[in-house]
């Protein structure tokens, strides 16, 4: 890691409750919050993100779409009334 003298620094603005929970919970796993940034920037910056960053795979845009259609009106999504009906429609 390079000492202060020269590395650079990130600063960003977050909604303070987001951050307090994200450092409470870096803290379980011996982190700080620096150090966690450490980690992401080097890993993008060594790896690159994951191909579909941020964009859903196929089956999850399909079910986004269809949630979209039934709550427009336009489509109705299957329901079931018992567990029957459910796994019916699970293993459809």
Known sequence: MANAATS???????DPV???????QLAQHG???SEFMRVVVTTVANNGL???YGFP????A???TEVAEDLAGTTELKS???KQELEQLLNE
């Open 8 to 14: 650079s620094r990130i600063n960003t603005r977050i």
């Open 18 to 24: 987001i951050k307090k929970k994200a450092q409470e």
């Open 31 to 33: 982190l700080t919050m």
């Open 50 to 52: 994951p191909q579909y």
């Open 57 to 60: 795979n196929k089956q999850v």
């Open 62 to 64: 399909r079910s986004l």
């Open 80 to 82: 079931a009334t018992n």
